[in-house]
């Protein structure tokens, strides 16, 4: 039996939330689980970071690489890390 992957979105819309997380699940990626608070989510131990403005394959793919043990964060997250 495979482990339940859990992903945890995180934005203050309801809205975006909600549509990333039907993105993913067609996709098959796992379980998500929806939060509107913003915290410092790379200091509290998250594997990746990418922003809302990605291509929603580019998510897919960006969770099932971090679910895989890559650490991922997208040049435009890089950008307001800064």
Do not use: N
């Not at 394959?57 to 969770?63: G, P």
Request: charged fraction near 30%; glycine fraction near 10%.
């Amino acid at each position: 039996m495979q482990e339940q992957r859990r992903i945890l979105l995180v934005d203050d819309h309801v809205a975006v939330r909600h549509g990333l997380a039907l993105v993913l699940a067609e996709e098959g990626v796992g379980e998500c689980c929806e939060a509107e608070g913003r915290y410092e989510a790379l200091a509290a131990g998250a594997r990746g970071y990418i922003t809302k403005r990605e291509a929603p394959r580019e998510l897919a793919h960006a969770v099932r690489d971090v679910l895989e043990g890559w650490t991922l964060i997208s040049p435009r997250a890089a950008e307001g890390l800064r």
